[in-house]
């Protein structure tokens, strides 16, 4: 697929696990300025993730759009209102997956768009299943899907669409679903799916898990993702396929390997990351403290550490 190269974008985190106020800038990550009052409306970090995407291409035209919208139904709109991110013209919302951690702010986060125009919301068909996950130690997370209806009636145009897909001028490219490839990526063995009256079926795989893709002119490729629950290396992998682009440039996103179920596959993906050579690698959200580290040890060159209210600029 023919991805259009774009002059820059922005990536600004409005929810992840972390928020650290005492981070510095890098030539690419600016963190949030902090006013003299700052400590009376603070940035929220939960377990979740939300970006807003600011793209500018060739013709000098611009575009916004949001990826995921974290947990709690008003973390992502008060920090967009904490980081005076302006969201009014954002032009559709791209879900990463259906899991409540990444959909539950839909909503609100609406309410920041432009009232009298229809909102697109692309997501995979198996985003409004119901999901559960079943943890060793007999605690069970329950995983609401999006209701289709109110997402409608808040002013959102759903778009399926499990198959790759170019948006923004042929710009910014949405994986759809991700080919399971390797032999060490093999999804999340203690999820589970509604198969229909309540019923639930092991679903390991978590089908409608997708990434965004964007082309950096003589940069190379920035894929952003929201747990990873394809894999890590798959998603990349799928990402030079996809577009003929070689360059992996920056990843930024859950890597989905906290816990002890991942630990195992740390080191493997860990030397698969290496051998794609990507100039920049800011792990959030899911991806723990673990493979972060390990990130950080192998890759320090590459590694960013990330921060709710960060603006990368690539």
């Known amino acids: 697929m023919t991805l259009k190269e774009l002059e820059k974008l922005e990536v600004t985190c409005l929810i992840d696990n972390n928020v650290d106020v005492l981070l510095p800038n890098t030539q690419v990550a600016y963190r949030p300025a902090l006013g003299e009052n700052w400590f009376e409306r603070t940035l929220i970090a939960e377990h979740g993730f939300s970006v807003a995407i600011r793209l500018e291409v060739k013709n000098g035209n611009e575009h916004t759009l949001l990826f995921d919208s974290g947990l709690n139904p008003f973390s992502a709109a008060h920090n967009a209102d904490v980081l005076g991110s302006d969201l009014y013209h954002c032009e559709m919302v791209i879900s990463s997956h259906g899991h409540i951690d990444h959909a539950g702010g839909l909503l609100n986060i609406r309410k920041k768009m432009n009232a009298k125009q229809t909102i697109p919301l692309l997501l995979h068909g198996h985003a ?159 991806s723990g403290l673990k493979a972060i580290n390990e990130i950080a040890r192998n890759m320090p060159n590459a590694f960013i550490q990330n921060s709710v209210g960060t603006t990368y600029i690539f």
């Open 128 to 286: 409004f299943k119901n999901r559960l996950v079943k943890f060793q130690d007999g605690r069970t997370i329950n995983l609401p899907a999006p209701n289709r209806s109110i997402l409608t009636r808040s002013g959102y145009s759903i778009v399926e669409k499990n198959s790759p897909s170019l948006w923004m001028d042929d710009s910014l490219l949405v994986s759809g679903e991700v080919p399971r490839i390797n032999d060490f990526e093999k999804g999340f063995p203690n999820h589970y799916s509604e198969v229909e009256d309540g019923k639930m079926e092991r679903d390991p795989l978590i089908r409608d898990d997708q990434a965004i893709i964007l082309n950096i002119k003589n940069k190379g490729l920035v894929v952003i993702t929201g747990c990873g629950h394809s894999g890590i290396i798959n998603i990349l992998n799928y990402a030079k396929q996809l577009t003929g682009q070689d360059i992996i440039y920056a990843v930024l996103g859950g890597m989905h390997l906290t816990g002890g179920i991942f630990e195992s596959i740390i080191p493997r993906t860990i030397d698969e990351l290496e051998k794609l050579k990507p100039k920049i690698l800011i792990p959030c959200h899911c």
